[in-house]
């Protein structure tokens, strides 16, 4: 493992190892770096904190003291350029420092993501999930050896750490209880048993904790503990939160009462929810805890509640992941909760809703055009009339509204927005936020031709940030957008294994939408390998399964051009056949079949008459299709308007970043153009 990759050899720097799972530490190959006092130490600590991105200076400053020095930014070069002498002693003098490095405002810890123990448990720990019992065994306690105290034990007071030490606290419980739950499907209950003890001491408020160590009483023979432990459990619950047991508990109440023989079972690790099904079935179970829970949300917050507002739209937002039904219901409902806040006459709870609908957005035109006016909207009025000391991370979210709900707009607001809502989200280092951000850098990111590479970087950035933080459905996004941009770049195996991916994550956390874009990219993988015949009747199968996916913006005009680019692709007589629903695409439509059928003084007024394509993921496919009018007609001045728009696209494939269809490649598209134009 090394703590930065460069061209030289093994060097003291690429051997760095840091610690935070305690007080913070560093160690190379021959042992403890001598780290200075406590600033030194925090700006170390602070570094680590960002995870590879960069802290700017003056967010440095505001973190190492209350009351800045007058002197305070020469401090901080100071207390940097000591950290460089002794994370890379051997580095030559002004030589550009590797791993403690200055990038535009600020500073970044270029560590490799296995050179950080916080960084190394978060993965071990989410690994042990996929491994067979006795494996999570080993692999945990070997992640758990690796704790010395406290995380960041010496920032505990510090604001700029918290947020980093309640996560990794609770991914440390959740560790135990996972190498518990993999011990005693092992048959060693009995050696689980004092370190649940302990674990429910430090931590009397987690559930799972109370039924492991129950269950580990009862299968080492001692039903009386087990059933004390519960009246434990419930005890501390009534007493410390007011709260029932949950379902999981209860359930273990009774099945020792009745002495189930399904608790003497040894299998292998299984969720709290379904340690001992009920004869029903997952499906039942599933079913009866929601009402459960939907009943005591009843009962228990006031129907008037701003609370209940924003509990809506998290349940909007879920619904907008589950397929078609659950989109639609969810356009339905989101601007009816949008309007009900702003009925409060409270800011700050209508940013919230309005910021809580991230949904990932993969397609860059609307659904709903009036609703994503309505929304644009009511995200403005509420960024106008946000109160002073308003959070950051409020006007990101809002900010990030804008720029998805402006996608397939010429409108400066939706790419200025973008912007900003980027900026205030890598500076809050807030990886969910920043998700949410970079998805409206995507929709923004289709302004002209030949921007796939752009987009690829963004996915690239979506996927590694969202693997590490478990932000599944904005990991699925990523994979989408590269699959779409290595189409784009003519790199199938590349956009291939995109798929793959997708498909995976998509089976395992119940994600059906995907299905729809990985369906047309086989479509686009059949055009682009000549197989004319059977890409046209794969089109026509992936439309009709999109005619059921609740999505317009994407189906709306969709199968014609999506046919006749496939024979301008190869070469083919267009055949525009007007009858279809070409949707917005039907003026490019209307030239083309112009000049198709010789009325070629016609087709040039309507070439003319053409605006721009819309800058969504078809911009290209469009002006192919406007190119094969012009070429048809001899429309000269729309030749050159054409090719001064594909130019940028050069050596890339027409079209296929929308990752459903392809004109072919620009190269030959240009090189026909200049062969008119000569």
Same mark, same amino acid.
């Given at each position: 493992?090394? #703590?930065?990759?460069?061209?030289?050899?093994?060097?003291?720097?690429?051997?760095?190892?840091? #610690?935070?799972?305690?007080?913070?530490?560093?160690?190379?190959?021959?042992?403890?770096?001598?780290?200075?006092?406590?600033?030194?130490?925090?700006?170390?600590?602070?570094?680590?904190?960002?995870?590879?991105?960069?802290?700017?200076?003056?967010? %440095?400053?505001?973190?190492?003291?209350?009351?800045?020095?007058?002197?305070?930014?020469?401090?901080?070069?100071?207390?940097?350029?000591?950290?460089?002498?002794?994370?890379?002693?051997?580095?030559?003098?002004?030589?550009?420092?590797?791993?403690?490095?200055?990038?535009?405002?600020?500073?970044?810890?270029?560590?490799?993501?296995?050179?950080?123990?916080?960084?190394? $448990?978060?993965?071990?720990?989410?690994?042990?999930? @996929?491994?067979?019992?006795?494996?999570?065994?080993?692999? +945990?306690?070997?992640?758990?050896?690796?704790?010395?105290?406290?995380?960041?034990?010496? $920032?505990?007071?510090?604001?700029?750490?918290?947020?980093?030490?309640?996560?990794?606290?609770? %991914?440390?419980? /959740?560790?135990?209880?996972?190498?518990?739950?993999?011990?005693?499907?092992?048959?060693?209950?009995?050696?689980?048993?004092?370190?649940?003890?302990?674990?429910?001491?430090?931590?009397?408020?987690?559930?799972?904790?109370?039924?492991?160590?129950?269950?580990?009483?009862?299968?080492?023979?001692?039903?009386?503990?087990?059933?004390?432990?519960?009246?434990?459990?419930?005890?501390?619950?009534?007493?410390? +939160?007011?709260?029932?047991?949950?379902?999981?508990?209860?359930?273990?109440?009774?099945?020792?009462?009745? @002495?189930?023989?399904? /608790?003497?079972?040894?299998?292998? *690790?299984?969720?709290?929810?379904?340690?001992?099904?009920?004869?029903?079935?997952?499906?039942?179970?599933?079913?009866?805890?929601?009402?459960?829970?939907?009943?005591?949300?009843?009962?228990?917050?006031?129907?008037?509640?701003?609370?209940?507002?924003?509990?809506?739209?998290?349940?909007?937002?879920?619904?907008?992941?589950?397929?078609?039904?659950?989109?639609?219901?969810?356009?339905?409902?989101?601007?009816?909760?949008?309007?009900?806040?702003?009925?409060?006459?409270?800011?700050?709870?209508?940013?919230?809703?309005?910021?809580?609908?991230?949904?990932?957005? !993969?397609?860059?035109?609307?659904?709903?055009?009036?609703?994503?006016?309505? !929304?644009?909207?009511?995200?403005?009025?509420?960024?106008?009339?946000?109160? &002073?000391?308003?959070?950051?991370?409020?006007?990101?979210?809002? /900010?990030?509204?804008?720029?998805?709900?402006?996608?397939?707009?010429?409108?400066?607001?939706?790419?200025?927005?973008?912007?900003?809502?980027?900026?205030?989200?890598?500076?809050?280092?807030?990886?969910? +936020? %920043?998700? $949410?951000?970079?998805?409206?850098? $995507?929709?923004?990111?289709?302004?002209?031709?030949?921007?796939?590479?752009?987009?690829?970087?963004?996915?690239? &950035?979506?996927?590694?940030?969202?693997?590490?933080?478990?932000?599944?459905?904005?990991?699925?996004?990523?994979?989408?957008?590269?699959?779409?941009?290595?189409?784009?770049?003519?790199?199938? *195996?590349?956009?291939?294994?995109?798929?793959?991916?997708?498909?995976? /994550?998509?089976?395992?956390?119940?994600? *059906?939408?995907?299905?729809?874009?990985?369906?047309?990219?086989?479509?686009?993988?059949?055009?682009?390998?000549?197989?004319?015949?059977?890409?046209?009747?794969?089109?026509?199968?992936?439309?009709?399964?999109?005619? &059921?996916?609740?999505?317009?913006?994407?189906?709306? #005009?969709?199968?014609?051009?999506?046919?006749?680019?496939?024979? %301008?692709?190869?070469?083919?007589?267009?055949?525009?056949?007007?009858?279809?629903?070409?949707?917005?695409?039907?003026?490019?439509?209307?030239?083309?079949?112009?000049?198709?059928?010789?009325?070629?003084?016609?087709?040039?007024?309507?070439?003319?008459?053409?605006?721009?394509?819309?800058?969504?993921?078809?911009? &290209?496919?469009?002006?192919?299709?406007?190119?094969?009018?012009?070429?048809?007609?001899?429309?000269?001045?729309?030749?050159?308007?054409?090719?001064?728009?594909?130019?940028?696209?050069?050596?890339?494939?027409?079209?296929?970043?929308?990752?459903?269809?392809?004109?072919?490649?620009?190269?030959?598209?240009?090189?026909?153009?200049?062969?008119? +134009?000569?």
């Amino acid at each position: 493992m090394t #703590g930065s990759t460069g061209a030289t050899g093994a060097t003291a720097t690429e051997q760095v190892r840091f #610690g935070v799972l305690g007080p913070v530490a560093a160690w190379n190959s021959d042992g403890p770096l001598a780290l200075a006092g406590p600033r030194q130490r925090a700006v170390l600590a602070r570094l680590i904190v960002a995870r590879r991105h960069v802290v700017p200076v003056p967010r %440095l400053i505001d973190d190492l003291w209350e009351d800045p020095p007058e002197r305070a930014l020469g401090t901080v070069r100071t207390f940097v350029a000591a950290l460089r002498k002794v994370l890379e002693p051997d580095r030559p003098h002004r030589a550009p420092a590797r791993l403690l490095v200055t990038e535009g405002p600020g500073y970044v810890l270029r560590a490799a993501p296995d050179a950080v123990d916080a960084w190394r $448990f978060e993965t071990a720990v989410s690994e042990a999930r @996929q491994l067979p019992p006795q494996d999570a065994v080993h692999r +945990l306690d070997e992640a758990l050896g690796w704790w010395r105290g406290p995380a960041y034990a010496e $920032f505990a007071d510090e604001e700029w750490a918290r947020t980093e030490r309640s996560r990794l606290a609770e %991914l440390r419980a /959740l560790a135990v209880e996972r190498r518990a739950e993999a011990a005693l499907a092992l048959g060693a209950a009995a050696d689980v048993v004092p370190d649940l003890d302990a674990h429910v001491t430090r931590h009397p408020w987690r559930e799972d904790a109370w039924r492991l160590l129950s269950l580990a009483l009862y299968r080492t023979g001692r039903q009386g503990d087990a059933l004390a432990t519960l009246r434990r459990a419930r005890a501390t619950l009534a007493d410390e +939160l007011g709260l029932d047991p949950g379902p999981a508990l209860r359930r273990l109440e009774a099945d020792i009462l009745a @002495q189930d023989a399904a /608790l003497d079972l040894a299998g292998g *690790p299984r969720p709290a929810t379904t340690m001992t099904p009920p004869p029903s079935g997952p499906a039942a179970t599933a079913s009866r805890l929601w009402s459960e829970a939907a009943a005591s949300y009843d009962r228990t917050v006031e129907a008037g509640a701003r609370a209940r507002l924003e509990s809506t739209v998290g349940l909007v937002r879920s619904l907008a992941v589950t397929g078609a039904g659950g989109l639609e219901a969810a356009r339905r409902h989101r601007m009816a909760t949008v309007e009900a806040a702003e009925e409060f006459g409270d800011t700050e709870l209508t940013a919230r809703v309005i910021g809580a609908f991230d949904v990932p957005a !993969i397609w860059p035109r609307s659904d709903d055009p009036d609703l994503a006016r309505q !929304i644009v909207a009511a995200a403005e009025r509420t960024l106008a009339h946000l109160p &002073e000391d308003a959070s950051d991370a409020t006007r990101c979210r809002l /900010l990030a509204t804008v720029a998805v709900e402006t996608r397939g707009a010429r409108t400066p607001r939706g790419p200025e927005a973008a912007r900003e809502a980027e900026r205030l989200a890598r500076h809050l280092d807030d990886p969910a +936020l %920043l998700a $949410f951000a970079l998805n409206g850098t $995507f929709m923004q990111s289709c302004t002209r031709a030949g921007l796939a590479p752009r987009r690829d970087a963004i996915g690239a &950035e979506l996927v590694e940030l969202c693997a590490r933080h478990g932000l599944v459905t904005f990991e699925v996004l990523g994979h989408l957008i590269r699959l779409q941009a290595r189409a784009a770049l003519g790199d199938f *195996p590349g956009a291939d294994a995109h798929a793959a991916a997708a498909t995976r /994550l998509s089976e395992r956390h119940e994600l *059906p939408l995907v299905g729809v874009f990985t369906r047309w990219y086989d479509t686009l993988r059949l055009a682009a390998s000549g197989e004319v015949a059977r890409a046209e009747t794969a089109t026509r199968v992936a439309a009709a399964h999109l005619d &059921e996916a609740g999505m317009p913006g994407m189906r709306t #005009g969709l199968l014609p051009l999506a046919l006749v680019t496939l024979r %301008l692709a190869h070469l083919r007589p267009p055949d525009v056949d007007l009858t279809a629903d070409w949707g917005p695409h039907r003026p490019w439509a209307e030239a083309l079949a112009l000049a198709e059928t010789g009325r070629h003084a016609q087709a040039r007024a309507a070439l003319l008459a053409l605006p721009e394509p819309p800058p969504d993921l078809l911009y &290209e496919a469009l002006c192919c299709v406007e190119a094969e009018a012009a070429l048809r007609s001899g429309d000269r001045t729309g030749l050159e308007r054409v090719r001064a728009r594909l130019l940028p696209a050069a050596g890339q494939l027409a079209g296929a970043g929308s990752g459903v269809l392809t004109a072919g490649p620009v190269d030959r598209w240009l090189a026909r153009i200049a062969e008119a +134009l000569a």
